[in-house]
């Protein structure tokens, strides 16, 4: 498939209408809870002021419709099983409807995946769609949007792309395509639709909201679409800045206020226009550490893509840290052997942190494998790696100025197992596309900042750039 030069990112007219005021009336209006499961932590890159939670039990889900408009389930499916997301999906939607009742609430379902198309797709969506049936009687149309700017991910007739220097290379030939869990062939998005559910929904059979209407502000002709939409239809959105995003929302409030049924899969844009999120500065360390923190602070290192090794080894150049490689491959030798090597990691970081030193502890770059392996033995084996990884914090005798992940799996783990977070607070960014919880009071390590840094986001220097603002007094 063709390559584009970046400089079609800037080739298309600028919207001649603000759409924030609209969006803000049409928000006001809406009476829907809109409920976000995101299937590892990274999905909350676009908010702020708004809570995730990793505990989907009826008790907290009745808390979170009482007085929320949005917010996050992390579910972490990602680093399921296909049986396994099924069962949790299925909990979280008994949950969900049984909370809604009780607080006589319409809700929403938004799936919130990676910009790189992997994941658990179509096996998520339709599992909600089932339940959004049972509770309106119909799904329309299923929303997918993987449009996510701070990411350098972006659709143009119905292609989707991965911008790298001044180059959109289709997504379908990158790395994340190759992935050993959910890899994929498909750069256009009709087709990818159409590989994913195994030519059981043609591309012929999907719609697409295209770049001109948007540009255009043709509310009109993008609602004709929406209104045209039955029997879970899927729609394509093409989208190159979130003010694309933001037009598509106004012609989706007017569909949902027509009674429209809507699920969407999408990356974290979609969720940052429909809850009508402002934008604000990055932020700084005062906002994020607590002022009387005098121990260093600790980096886990997970993902294995050259992105995130390029990253490390920029962030390694810096004096004031200190990186150790965590030997995971030591699972593949004996339980006793890798549980020898977590323990004299926690001995080092310990010492380390305690003395004020911010430390780097990564995991082996090779990804371990062995003969005969199939997608869940794949997944079982990261799994088990990133519960060691969460000892490394888990097991901590001393608190830590601040916890940076670095990948989906590591972060999701590491926030949850490691740190024991049932609930936070995201205060922002640190880097765009870079989110910042603040762990709750019953955390491991309460209030504390928590990084979440995805694999497969920014630029070489950009863990760098996230670590120096962490320790920039």
Excluded at 40 to 53: F, S, W
Excluded at 140 to 153: A, S, V
Excluded at 349 to 369: A, D, M, N, P, W
Aim: glycine content about 6%; charged content about 30%; hydrophobic content about 40%.
């Amino acid at each position: 498939m063709r390559h584009l030069s970046a400089s079609i990112l800037d080739s298309y007219p600028k919207l001649s209408v603000d759409p924030d005021p609209i969006l803000k009336e049409l928000i006001a209006k809406d009476d829907h809870v809109f409920v976000v499961l995101d299937d590892d932590p990274t999905g909350v890159q676009c908010v702020h002021d708004i809570n995730v939670y990793t505990d989907w039990s009826y008790e907290t889900m009745k808390k979170a419709f009482a007085c929320e408009k949005l917010f996050f389930i992390l579910t972490n499916s990602r680093a399921m099983t296909p049986a396994e997301s099924k069962r949790c999906h299925e909990q979280i939607i008994e949950a969900v409807d049984k909370a809604a009742k009780e607080t006589n609430k319409k809700y929403l379902y938004i799936s919130r995946g990676d910009s790189t198309l992997r994941g658990h797709y179509p096996l998520e969506t339709d599992i909600l769609s089932q339940g959004l049936e049972k509770r309106y009687g119909k799904v329309d149309g299923e929303i997918l949007m993987p449009f996510f700017k701070e990411g350098n991910r972006f659709t143009i007739d119905d292609v989707h792309y991965v911008k790298y220097g001044n180059e959109l290379v289709p997504c379908g030939e990158t790395e994340f395509a190759k992935d050993k869990s959910f890899g994929y062939k498909s750069s256009d998005l009709k087709a990818y639709i159409c590989e994913k559910t195994n030519g059981q929904i043609k591309e012929d059979e999907v719609l697409s909201i295209s770049l001109d209407d948007l540009r255009a502000f043709d509310i009109d002709k993008i609602l004709d679409v929406l209104r045209s939409a039955q029997d879970k239809r899927r729609i394509i959105v093409n989208a190159i800045d979130h003010t694309d995003v933001k037009v598509f929302c106004i012609a989706l409030y007017k569909a949902m206020e027509e009674g429209k049924i809507f699920v969407f899969r999408s990356a974290a844009a979609l969720v940052k226009a429909i809850g009508g999120v402002s934008d604000i500065p990055l932020l700084c360390r005062s906002q994020m550490i607590k002022e009387e923190a005098g121990s260093g602070g600790i980096i886990l290192v997970g993902s294995h893509t050259a992105k995130t090794t390029a990253q490390l080894n920029k962030l390694l150049e810096l004096e004031e840290v200190e990186g150790r490689e965590f030997k995971c491959s030591k699972i593949l030798e004996s339980k006793q052997a890798f549980d020898a090597e977590i323990e004299e990691m926690l001995k080092w970081e310990e010492e380390k942190i305690s003395q004020g030193k911010t430390i780097v502890v990564y995991t082996e770059r090779t990804l371990l494998s062995l003969p005969g392996d199939n997608e869940e033995t794949a997944l079982k084996r990261s799994v088990a790696i990133s519960d060691g990884v969460c000892q490394l914090v888990k097991n901590l005798k001393v608190e830590p100025a601040f916890v940076v992940a670095k990948g989906g799996i590591t972060s999701a783990d590491v926030g949850t197992k490691g740190l024991g977070i049932r609930k936070a607070r995201v205060l922002g960014q640190i880097q765009p596309g870079i989110p910042v919880w603040q762990a709750d009071d019953t955390s491991k390590f309460p209030r504390i900042p928590y990084i979440i840094f995805p694999g497969n986001v920014g630029d070489e220097d950009t863990l760098k750039k996230a670590v120096e603002v962490l320790l920039t007094r």
